[in-house]
């Protein structure tokens, strides 16, 4: 406890602050949250969402794992996309990789990790299925960032070929699901041109109605 003492100075000094700006700040949080965003992260502890985005608390749910991957077997994942788009009510989600991403790079090497490397084999999966534009690249770095984007890009996908989103366009709500990158160089995000916001941008392969 005594260890972890600056934190809880950090956090009372954080409190004040917000306090200064709006007295009933917390009052209103307590109550409900009504966020906009659903972000999809990376673990990384470079990449605070709320900071990022410039939002305050209250106006982003969040979910990160190791490389901000969203496998159909990931229930922790999906509970929480069907918890902020059925519940919350949020219209925007937001899949972020990061270019110098671990998970990526351990992904492309050949040494055993222990457990992670069954988490990993998903980006593993993204390298066999973009072998052919990866194998064009010589460059290990621009190749490594490559893949960074093109796990972002597959990520996206996962997410709009389930049931919770799709149900969501069938009911034609209003649901986008985009795919960023942020460099931790320079500070900045990079839109990967990623929008899907109809079930008519998803293959028919994936496409799947609900039974009334």
């Not at 998970?103 to 457990?115: I, Y």
């Not at 299925?129 to 194998?135: D, F, N, V």
């Not at 960074?148 to 699901?177: D, F, G, P």
Request: glycine share 6%.
């Amino acid at each position: 406890m005594r260890e972890l003492k600056t934190l809880f100075e950090n956090n009372r000094a954080w409190a004040k602050r917000i306090l200064e700006n709006d007295p009933e700040a917390f009052l209103k949080l307590s109550k409900e949250q009504k966020p906009k965003y659903l972000w999809i992260g990376c673990s990384d502890s470079r990449m605070p969402a709320n900071e990022i985005l410039g939002l305050d608390p209250g106006e982003v749910f969040v979910h990160r794992n190791v490389a901000n991957l969203c496998p159909h077997t990931d229930f922790n994942c999906l509970s929480v996309l069907q918890f902020g788009v059925e519940y919350l009510g949020v219209d925007q989600v937001i899949v972020c990789g990061h270019y110098g991403c671990g998970g990526v790079k351990a992904s492309m090497e050949t040494t055993q990790l222990g457990l992670i490397d069954n988490w990993l084999r998903n980006i593993r999966d993204v390298s066999s299925r973009e072998k052919e534009e990866l194998s064009q690249i010589s460059d290990p770095e621009a190749k490594y960032r490559r893949l960074v984007e093109l796990n972002v890009l597959h990520q996206v996908m996962n997410v709009c070929h389930t049931t919770i989103v799709q149900n969501a366009w069938a009911e034609n709500r209003k649901l986008s699901i985009h795919g960023w990158v942020y460099d931790l160089e320079t500070g900045l995000l990079k839109d990967l041109s990623a929008c899907i916001s109809s079930i008519e941008q998803v293959d028919e392969t994936y496409r799947t109605l609900k039974l009334h």
